[in-house]
């Protein structure tokens, strides 16, 4: 097996026992990205003698018998939503395109410890929001399985990457589905960990009460080795939880006896592909052939999901997005241009007698915040801040976002049941594979519900992972199995339990050229 | 009769003395360099959380106590949405329905009889963290302004009143009255001038007519840069509050609730532009934050550990040291270090009179005169002390003790010391029998004077003493004379 098409976990051994250098590794995923991300677009920036760097650094110190972090000498990627020190952290949005962070992110600080071999940043949609990365302001990234059609997103670039083998491992963020449809739509693992097992710090809000840092890899043990290595209580997020970080790369290939799978009853209702139905059927008896007992549930409250998503999300990113106004950082419209416009237009009202009509212009303070967040935001994200502003509003705030959060309790309550009963909900990912670029661009509630399956993780909190499961028409199908809070180290188990069974994980794209 | 009742309520703003922000790690302190003290927490980079400073929530909890509020077990934080430049988030945190506290009082009073004794309630206290500076640079011909965030985070309490003043000399009071308990507590410094104080009086006219009382609309003052000008403010506007109403008879609710701004240069107030889109903050609770709970227990500990506050010391000044509640009003007033002196004084010497009037007459005099603090001051209490007895005991009269303490001032000397310097001697009790024995002796027209019922005469005695023997006491020189004329 050539040495891109290895998993994470085989190429620390290499590492480990000297047989591969840092640099060979990393030098051959550059070329990898060299060669096909031209077409793919999974990364926004990467740079070749920085990478190569931090590799020649880890394998002298590999040399000198000096003690490593658990990933050195590895790959991986980063969203261009967790901030790094000195760098670029745009989150593919016009208005930071010239941010440079001041500091480390927790996530890329653990990274850093670790050892790992940042490789680059990968394209996403605006801020995190949207399901196929084409918010993105500045490039479209395409499927590495079929290049007409999307990733899915908004971890778009972060799941290409893995699918076109231009690094083993890979972080993204999970707001309403942003690892696992992603991952399922690309064909490999993507695990988003209950709400507080990862810190938050450093990960550009989209929405605070949701968003998850998580891995993305092509096996559910490499997604063990980086998750233990991100996760932990972090002083610096109220939000973080303290509890003890379990080795979930050692435990991961002990398989789970006794296990009992919910079936959701609502999540096989109409809008779900016959081929996805069929793929998830087929999986769920392939956990039956290794022991598991499935029993159908309900979830009443989970078709609200996607309702009360699309408001709490919006009116947190509404606030979240309110300090890119152009004044302290990021883009600000060009002041003099705005400025001699300004004063044209009050001229020409006091010239034609119009004298209150010139009192009702704005002040330049104002008009610089509306042209420069106007002239910085996408049209995504817009109609995100609108959505959300309206439903905080004074009369609103009740009927929308309170009884969104009443809603939302429901949906917690409805799993906290369902793990009472089960160990894990399993179910479908998206209601289809990967869909063709520019297909649902004009229909925002179209795209919308495409989220149907994985928001509720998000707002109960919980832990959900995707894993591959089949093919439709050649394009990867995933799996999602869903658990109670702080039970990755089980659902890691499953998933790499149903890995050990079939070989949906190890499918690669032909790649071409 | 007056012809309307005026209506006050006050919405104060104290910054807490914490040594770090409300949400992140730096410095609070007053007057460095701009955008010195800041992070990327504070200066709200994306990607940045707020951690709550538990120091800052104790100390708002211990204030909200010594105002005699309740706490809630259960609070949260919110977002106040607006921008502005200072405003580096785009958004406040602060507390909008479940604030940490509410329902408390403050009781005011002055024994010089200018307001009648009143508790004032108080509605709500809530903490939040403080906006930067802006400096708006329009000398230079510009539309520039820079901007300060060394301030933004810093803890800020908001004390809300319910509308119970009807003066703006009880606005005053009560402003007067909470400085005090915040020094007291140890909390802010209450600088006016560096802006760890700020106050918004509400105000408005209940008039007397035939029909009853009519409340005329609220109007909101701001700039009021220190108690003497919220005095003023208040009264300028009650004042103007009546011209509007007998010229419009404008009731509450007829238009909106207007805010003006107090000059102090002019002595008036003027009206601020009215924004419509600023009165929708767009509350919403934090979802960086966890809400704080706060046990039965913590309030009981927090309490318990209050110390002594303003109106409890006065009490017992008054009734364990036996000075008047105006003396006792004087000397808690000055503050917790200069009345902690006092008490040092009054215990030492055990006579809380004697200790009440040099505190107030040398003590408080010296400071005046001198613009010391009582920590700057050169007379340690145990020094004081030690005068005071050779007063109490007769060693001194007021007068020669007076000259003492002057020495003990200026060069710092201890009592004895001084008085060594000041050729000041105790005068053996047998040898001052004995100089009695002899100028009574020598003056029997004196002595005849007194036994005729002129006890007064004696006093020509204490002269004659003197000069043949400075140190005499003066006072038991009569004594030690009409017991010697009487045993005659
Ligand atoms: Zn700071």
Redesign the pocket.
């Known amino acids: 097996m050539s040495m891109i098409h290895s998993t994470a976990t085989q190429l620390l051994q290499e590492l480990q026992a000297s047989r591969l250098s840092s640099v060979e590794i990393t030098s051959a995923y550059l070329d990898q990205i060299e060669r096909h991300d031209p077409r793919v677009g999974a990364f926004l920036r990467f740079d070749r003698d920085a990478a190569l760097q931090q590799a020649r650094a880890i394998d002298e110190r590999r040399a000198k018998g000096q003690p490593l972090g658990k990933l050195a000498g590895l790959p991986v990627a980063v969203k261009d939503l967790l901030t790094s020190t000195g760098e670029l952290t745009t989150c593919a949005s016009k208005i930071l395109a010239n941010f440079r962070s001041p500091y480390d992110s927790t996530v890329v600080a653990k990274l850093k410890a670790a050892d790992a071999v940042l490789i680059g940043r990968t394209n996403m949609d605006e801020f995190a929001m949207g399901g196929s990365t084409e918010n993105s302001a500045f490039q479209k990234t395409h499927n590495p399985w079929d290049l007409t059609r999307t990733p899915g997103g908004s971890s778009g670039g972060a799941a290409a990457c893995v699918a076109a083998s231009m690094t083993p491992l890979s972080i993204g963020t999970d707001t309403g589905g942003s690892i696992r449809q992603p991952a399922a739509m690309c064909g490999v693992t993507g695990l988003k960990p209950t709400y507080g097992r990862v810190s938050r710090f450093g990960l550009v809000a989209f929405a605070s009460s949701l968003d998850q840092a998580g891995p993305l890899a092509w096996t559910a043990d490499d997604a063990a080795l980086l998750l233990e290595v991100i996760a932990g209580h972090d002083p610096r997020d109220a939000t973080s939880v303290d509890a003890p970080v379990p080795a979930y790369s050692q435990s991961v290939r002990q398989p789970l006896a006794g296990l009992s799978l919910g079936l959701v009853r609502e999540h096989f209702a109409a809008g779900l592909e016959p081929d996805v139905e069929q793929a998830v059927r087929e999986a769920v008896k392939v956990y039956e052939s290794l022991g598991a007992t499935v029993k159908e549930i309900s979830l009443p409250h989970s078709k609200y999901g996607v309702a009360v998503y699309y408001l709490v999300a919006p009116c947190e990113a509404s606030s979240n997005l309110a300090r890119y106004d152009g004044v302290h950082y990021g883009h600000r419209t060009d002041e003099a241009a705005m400025h001699a416009e300004l004063n044209a237009k009050r001229k020409q009202l006091v010239a034609a007698g119009k004298h209150a009509e010139a009192d009702k212009l704005e002040s330049p303070l104002v008009e610089l915040y509306r042209r420069s967040r106007a002239e910085g935001f996408g049209p995504e994200v817009k109609r995100r801040i609108m959505l959300g502003t309206y439903a905080l509003s004074a009369g609103y705030y009740d009927a929308y976002y309170l009884k969104a959060l009443k809603v939302r309790r429901l949906i917690r309550d409805d799993f906290d049941r369902a793990f009472q009963e089960v160990d894990f909900v399993i179910g479908p990912v998206s209601t289809s594979p990967a869909f063709k670029l520019g297909d649902k661009v004009d229909d925002p509630l179209a795209m919308y519900l495409m989220d149907i399956y994985t928001v509720s993780a998000n707002l109960a909190g919980i832990a959900g992972i995707s894993i591959p499961c089949g093919f439709s028409r050649g394009l990867p199908i995933g799996l999602q199995l869903q658990a109670k809070p702080f039970d990755e180290e089980r659902l890691l188990r499953a998933a790499a339990m149903y890995q050990t069974a079939t070989d949906w994980h190890t499918k690669r794209p032909t790649m071409g050229k | 009769m007056s012809n309307y009742d005026i209506i006050i309520g006050l919405e104060v703003h104290v910054q807490l003395q914490t040594a770090t922000?409300l949400f992140?790690?730096?410095s609070t302190q007053f007057g460095a360099e701009p955008n010195t003290q800041?992070?990327p927490?504070?200066?709200g980079m994306p990607g940045t959380l707020p951690v709550m400073n538990r120091k800052a929530f104790d100390l708002a909890v211990r204030t909200a106590l010594a105002l005699n509020c309740q706490i809630a077990p259960f609070t949260k934080w919110d977002r106040k949405q607006y921008y502005y430049p200072d405003l580096p988030k785009g958004y406040q945190i602060s507390q909008f329905d479940l604030p940490f506290s509410h329902d408390g009082w403050l009781e005011i009073s002055d024994p010089k009889g200018k307001i009648e004794p009143k508790r004032l309630r108080i509605q709500r206290v809530h903490l939040e963290e403080d906006a930067g500076k802006s400096m708006h640079d329009e000398v230079a011909g510009s539309a520039d302004s820079r901007i300060d965030l060394n301030r933004t985070?810093t803890p800020l309490l908001e004390i809300v009143t319910q509308p119970d003043m009807r003066s703006p000399a009880e606005a005053k009071a009560f402003l007067t009255e909470l400085k005090l308990l915040l020094t007291y507590l140890g909390v802010s410094d209450c600088n006016m001038q560096e802006g760890s104080l700020r106050v918004d009086g509400n105000i408005n006219l209940h008039v007397h007519t035939d029909a009853g009382k009519i409340a005329t609309p609220i109007v909101e003052v701001k700039n009021m840069n220190s108690f003497r000008s919220v005095e003023r403010a208040l009264t300028y506007e009650a004042e103007r509050l009546w011209d509007v109403w007998q010229e419009s008879k404008q009731k509450l609710g007829d238009v909106p609730k207007q805010t003006r701004g107090w000059d102090d240069q002019a002595n008036i107030t003027r009206g601020q532009r009215h924004k419509e889109e600023s009165s929708d903050y767009r509350y919403f609770p934090d979802p960086d934050l966890v809400p704080v709970t706060v046990s039965s227990e913590r309030v009981a500990e927090v309490q318990s550990g209050l110390g002594e506050l303003p109106a409890a010391l006065r009490t017992r000044l008054e009734t364990s040291y036996g000075i008047t509640p105006y003396d006792s009003d004087v000397i808690v007033n000055q503050g917790r270090a200069a009345a902690d002196y006092y008490l040092a004084v009054a215990d030492g010497v055990a006579d809380g009179k004697l200790a009440s009037n040099w505190f107030q007459q040398d003590v408080l005099r010296t400071l005046n005169d001198r613009s010391l603090t009582i920590e700057q001051f050169g007379v340690p209490a145990t020094a004081l002390v030690a005068l005071l007895k050779k007063i109490k005991g007769g060693e001194l009269d007021n007068a020669r003790g007076r000259q003492v303490f002057a020495a003990m001032l200026d060069q710092g000397l201890s009592a004895d010391a001084a008085m060594q310097a000041l050729g000041f001697e105790q005068v053996d009790e047998s040898e001052l029998v004995a100089l009695c024995q002899e100028i009574v002796a020598a003056n029997p027209k004196i002595v005849a004077d007194v036994k005729g019922g002129n006890a007064k005469a004696a006093g020509s005695f204490v002269g004659m003493a003197k000069k043949k023997n400075k140190n005499v006491n003066p006072a038991r020189v009569q004594e030690i004379c009409l017991q010697l004329i009487a045993q005659m």
């Open positions: 922000k992140c790690g730096c800041t992070c927490v504070c200066t985070g």
